[in-house]
């Protein structure tokens, strides 16, 4: 990890069924720079975050809270940390599926 990394990644929703992975500041720079410019409102403050950890003023912690504050609010936030039932069903058989 070096020091533009985030501790743990934030989730975010693109479109219907994608989830984008945001783990880093050149992620979340890439993101914001992407968001579209009629709905950069005063939540957009999350890239100034960005580069005042970018630039060493705050810790990367805040830049990765302010992103994460700023997905929450445009309600693209993703929680990950409940894993879908597929994933933790018990296998049997060869194939893990039961019939």
Same mark, same amino acid.
């Given at each position: 990890m070096?020091?533009?990394? =985030?501790? &743990?990644? $934030?989730f975010? /929703?693109r479109?219907?069924f994608? #989830? !984008? %992975?945001? !783990?880093?500041?050149?992620?979340a =720079? !890439? =993101?914001?720079?992407?968001w579209?410019?009629n709905? &950069?409102?005063?939540? =957009?403050?999350?890239? &100034? *975050?960005c ?6 003023? $705050?810790?990367i912690? $805040?830049? &990765? %809270?302010?992103?994460a504050?700023f997905?929450?609010? *445009? /309600?693209?936030? !993703?929680? $990950?940390?409940a894993?879908?039932p ?10 893990g #599926?039961t019939?």
């Amino acid at each position: 990890m070096n020091d533009r990394t =985030f501790d &743990r990644p $934030v989730f975010v /929703k693109r479109g219907e069924f994608m #989830v !984008e %992975e945001i !783990e880093c500041l050149a992620d979340a =720079f !890439e =993101f914001l720079q992407e968001w579209p410019k009629n709905r &950069r409102g005063p939540i =957009f403050d999350a890239s &100034r *975050a960005c580069q005042r950890a970018y630039d060493g003023q $705050v810790p990367i912690s $805040v830049a &990765r %809270e302010a992103f994460a504050g700023f997905a929450r609010s *445009a /309600k693209i936030l !993703e929680d $990950v940390s409940a894993a879908m039932p597929w994933m933790t069903a018990p296998k049997t058989g060869r194939g893990g #599926v039961t019939a």
